[in-house]
């Protein structure tokens, strides 16, 4: 496979638990489903900047916070974490640089 085929950096759009279903373990069970299989990626999330659980668990698993936006058209703060990949040899990615004027400097 070639560099174009394989993404290097992959964004976790939607990670959610029914409230019934929260702090059983199923949130980190199904971040781990797609971070240890593919330990040659990095991996970009957000969440809510008052999402400290959120936070927490993402951070627990080697997430580290790169900066902070506004959503757009949203009065709503939030936080966006990056997980570098397991290879240091593999070059790194534009993964978690901001997309938008609507972002915040850490």
């Keep these: 496979s ?12 939607s990670l959610a638990v029914l409230p ?21 990626l990095e991996f970009q999330v957000s969440t809510a900047a008052g999402n400290m659980r959120a936070i927490a668990l993402y951070e627990s698993e080697g997430f580290k916070v ?14 966006h974490l990056i997980r570098k990949r397991s290879n240091p040899s593999v070059e790194p990615t ?5 997309q938008s004027a609507a972002h915040l400097e850490r």
């Design 20 to 40: 019934e279903r929260q702090r059983q373990g199923l949130g980190r069970a199904l971040l781990r489903s797609v971070l240890h299989p593919n330990p040659e």
């Design 2 to 13: 070639t560099a174009e085929e394989t993404p290097a950096c992959l964004c976790i759009c």
């Design 94 to 98: 534009n993964c978690g640089k901001p």
């Design 66 to 79: 790169c900066r902070e936006s506004l959503a757009p058209g949203l009065a709503l703060k939030l936080v």
